[in-house]
C-alpha cells in the first residue's frame, strides 16, 4: 500500500438542503487511475471540485478528510488549507484537466505562454522549451507553441490542457470529462496517450464521466456514484463485466462498448433523483426493476462483497 489520497467521509453540501456528495470514502494508491462514473447529479462533479478545493459558494465541504501524501513530505489534510496555503500543493502535487479546453486555456494568450504560468520560477527561454517538450509528449508538434488556442482542432486544444497540466509533474491529475467533447478517433487517442503517459511519468488520475465502458480502456479501479454516494468500487474488469448494483448494470448497458460488437442499447428508466427530496430507503429504488420491499425504507450500506464493495440490499442474497 502506497496511498497517495485518502479521502475520509467525505460531504458537500448546497445551501441547507441540498447533499451533492455524501460520505465519500477512498484510497488512490500512487500512480494508479481511478474511474468515477454515474450519471450527471451524482455527484461525480462536487466530488472532485471539492477534493481540489476548487469549489465556490454555496458548495461547502460539511464533513471528511482529504488526506494527502506528498512526495517526501508529512500528510496532510486539504480540507481546512487556505488558498494560501493550497497553492503549495497545486500544480507540483494536483492539477486538473477540465471538461473544455476552452475553459482551461485562455484564448487571448498563445498556448506556449501559458505553460509560463505553471512554470513560475523558469526562465522564459527555458520554460518555453519545456511547454515545446510537452507538447510533444501528447503528440502535438512542438512548432504549434506559437498558436492560439482557436488555431488548434478541438482534440489538440484537449491535449494541450493535458500538457498544461502535466507541467510541474504532478503526482495526481483530476480529469473531468476529458474526451467528451472530441470524436471517438480522438477519443481513442487521447486514452491511449494517459495510459502512455501513466506509465511514463508515473502520476495517479481521477477520470470522471458518464461513460462507464470508456473507463474499462485507462482504469485500474472505478467507483460508481449515485445520488451523491459511492455505490459500488472495484476493479474495473470486474465492475464491467460482473457489476453487483443493479445500477451499475444500468450505466454499462446504456452505452456502445468500445470494442465489443454493437448490441441493444437498454438505459436505465426515470431520472437522477432531486438531491433537495432524496427518495427515503435506497435513492436507487424508484428506478430499479431488483427492488424489494426493503428498499424503500432501508439505505443499503456499503459492504464488502467479491473483492469489491457494494450498497445494494441484494448482494448476499441470489443475483
Ligand atoms: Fe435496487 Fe434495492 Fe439494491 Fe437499491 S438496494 S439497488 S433498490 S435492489
Request: proline letters at 8%.
Amino acid at each position: 500500500m502506497n496511498p497517495l489520497l485518502e479521502v475520509e467521509g467525505l460531504t458537500v453540501q448546497y445551501g441547507q438542503a441540498v447533499k451533492a456528495c455524501v460520505d465519500v470514502s477512498f484510497t488512490l494508491e500512487r500512480g494508479e487511475i481511478l474511474g468515477v462514473a454515474g450519471e450527471s447529479g451524482s455527484g461525480k462533479s462536487t466530488l472532485i471540485t471539492a477534493l481540489t478545493r476548487l469549489q465556490r459558494p454555496p458548495a461547502r465541504t460539511t464533513a471528511g478528510r482529504v488526506i494527502h501524501h506528498p512526495r517526501g513530505g508529512e500528510p496532510v489534510d486539504l480540507v481546512p488549507l487556505s488558498e494560501r496555503e493550497l497553492r503549495r500543493y497545486r500544480w507540483t502535487s494536483l492539477s486538473i484537466v477540465l471538461q473544455s479546453a476552452m475553459d482551461a486555456l485562455n484564448p487571448l494568450m498563445r498556448v506556449g505562454d501559458q505553460f509560463t504560468d505553471a512554470l513560475r520560477g523558469m526562465r522564459k527561454e527555458a520554460a518555453r522549451e519545456r511547454a515545446k517538450e510537452l507538447l510533444t509528449m501528447v503528440g502535438i508538434p512542438a512548432e504549434r507553441v506559437r498558436a492560439y488556442p482557436h488555431e488548434m482542432s478541438g482534440g489538440m486544444r484537449q491535449r494541450a490542457s493535458i500538457a498544461l497540466a502535466l507541467a510541474c509533474e504532478p503526482d495526481l491529475v483530476v480529469m473531468d470529462e476529458p474526451t467528451t467533447a472530441v470524436d471517438v478517433v480522438m477519443q481513442r487517442l487521447i486514452l491511449q496517450q494517459i495510459v502512455r503517459l501513466r506509465q511514463e511519468l508515473g502520476f495517479a488520475v481521477i477520470f470522471v464521466t458518464h461513460d462507464l465502458p470508456l473507463l474499462l480502456e485507462v482504469a485500474d479501479r472505478i467507483a460508481v456514484m449515485y445520488g451523491g454516494r459511492i455505490v459500488e468500487i472495484g476493479d474495473a474488469t470486474g465492475i464491467y463485466h460482473d457489476p453487483l448494483h443493479p445500477y451499475t448494470r444500468g450505466l454499462r448497458d446504456s452505452f456502445p462498448p468500445l470494442r465489443a460488437a454493437r448490441e441493444r442499447l437498454h438505459g436505465i428508466p426515470g431520472s437522477p433523483p432531486d438531491l433537495r427530496h432524496p427518495p427515503p430507503g435506497c435513492a436507487f429504488h424508484p428506478r430499479c426493476d431488483r427492488r424489494l420491499s426493503l428498499c424503500e425504507e432501508s439505505r443499503p450500506e456499503l459492504r464488502a462483497v467479491d473483492g469489491r464493495t457494494v450498497a445494494c440490499h441484494l448482494t448476499g442474497a441470489a443475483r
